[in-house]
């Protein structure tokens, strides 16, 4: 096997998604926090575009970029949405954002190239970065700061090897939504240490919809336009439409970063799904309430839950701004996140992700996309784990 995938393990949270499907399937009556997915159908409007798409027999090659409709879509949404003009060339369509993310560090990155990465991180973030022959180079966050990042510590770690920062808001895992200040001074940073546009900032903003009030979600381009030149967002319709299975992302920048991240794609893949390409098209540009629906619905799960894990001995929690995660601290009980995570499985049938492959072994992740029933119920089963197991908020274990 080829030497890059040595170090390149499968995704964590999907590994535990199968691992408590396996037990349910066994019929355990498990209660799955591990889903980074939203777990409402895909609206009607969306599904019923795609029908059409079948019945007109759009099941054809698109060119490697997406169709023209889709792209101009795009183009024309974030125009909208975040206040910045994208031209349609400066948009590509990809099979997933992970697969948008994917191309761009396979176009910017070489061998001795080093990526900045915010830890907390999504997991997928340090393989993809070590695919592309380059190393991850990571930053911490602070809970006691709100996992708001240090543009000082961020500076600190640039060196004349640093391609590309990465910036994730909201956030998986700690829903944590970067303040337009910070951003301004992380803008700050770039423009001093970068040659020419030797340094790229991918900002990650799949959910950036999926904010909850009073937060406001700000993006890097909105408040630094003249660094639009180095910023590769990247996007998609997976969180915000509940459409993860349909595998639509995109990629908006410079139109050279672009058309190298389009021939790389025309390479791998061809082009996205067609059929799912026309289902985006209609999520984009038609209604747009069961995006309000959805949220409104995740920010009542997630006071339920966080309010409730802050009320167990042991555990902590920071409220989440964005994304439908809970980023529970588990310090308190001196085992390694594995460990709990593997013994709530064990003893109270109770799925979560330990925070490992996020980059900290204090922490698991809860997902809120799920009923407010297994909330609760899952919030009983721990409460009744926490008094078998300890007393008190400083003893939780065996």
């Not at 022959?133 to 006691?144: L, S, W």
């Not at 090897?161 to 992380?186: D, V």
Request: include cysteine.
């Amino acid at each position: 096997m080829a030497d890059r995938l040595g170090g390149i393990e499968a995704s964590a949270t999907l590994a535990l998604a199968a691992k408590a499907k396996a037990l349910r399937q066994a019929g355990k009556p498990v209660l799955d926090f591990t889903a980074g997915e939203p777990d409402f159908p895909t609206p009607q409007g969306i599904k019923s575009a795609a029908i059409k798409a079948i019945e007109q027999n759009h099941t054809k090659y698109t060119p490697a970029a997406g169709i023209p409709e889709l792209r101009k879509a795009i183009a024309n949404d974030l125009g909208h949405r975040l206040g910045v003009p994208y031209a349609d060339a400066e948009v590509m369509v990809s099979c997933g954002a992970k697969h948008a993310l994917y191309n761009a560090l396979q176009a910017i990155c070489e061998p001795g190239d080093d990526v900045i990465i915010l830890a907390p991180y999504w997991v997928s973030y340090e393989p993809l970065v070590r695919l592309a022959d380059a190393t991850p180079n990571i930053v911490p966050t602070h809970e006691a700061e709100g996992f708001q990042p240090n543009p000082a510590a961020i500076e600190s770690a640039i060196t004349p090897r640093t391609k590309a920062l990465i910036l994730n808001s909201p956030s998986n895992p700690t829903g944590a939504i970067i303040e337009e200040q910070r951003l301004k001074k992380i803008a700050d940073v770039i423009k001093r240490k970068s040659t020419g546009d030797r340094l790229i900032v991918i900002s990650d903003e799949i959910y950036d919809q999926i904010v909850f009030e009073p937060a406001r979600p700000r993006s890097l381009v909105q408040v630094a336009r003249d660094l639009i030149g180095q910023i590769i967002l990247v996007n998609g319709v997976s969180k915000s439409y509940s459409m993860t299975g349909w595998r639509i992302g995109y990629a908006a920048g410079p139109k050279h970063m672009i058309d190298a991240m389009t021939t790389l794609q025309s390479h791998a893949t061809s082009n996205p799904t067609s059929i799912s390409q026309y289902a985006a098209l209609a999520a984009i540009t038609g209604d747009q309430r069961p995006v309000a629906e959805m949220r409104s619905e995740f920010q009542h799960r997630r006071d339920r839950l966080v309010n409730g894990l802050n009320r167990l001995p042991g555990l902590s929690c920071v409220m989440p701004q964005g994304a439908f995660y809970a980023w529970c601290n588990i310090g308190k009980l001196q085992q390694s996140a594995e460990a709990i995570a593997a013994r709530w499985l064990e003893d109270s049938l109770v799925a979560v992700v330990p925070g490992e492959g996020f980059g900290s072994e204090q922490h698991v992740r809860f997902s809120f996309a799920t009923s407010m029933e297994t909330i609760d119920e899952g919030l009983g089963r721990l409460k009744q784990w926490c008094e078998k197991h300890g007393s008190g908020r400083t003893r939780c274990h065996r």
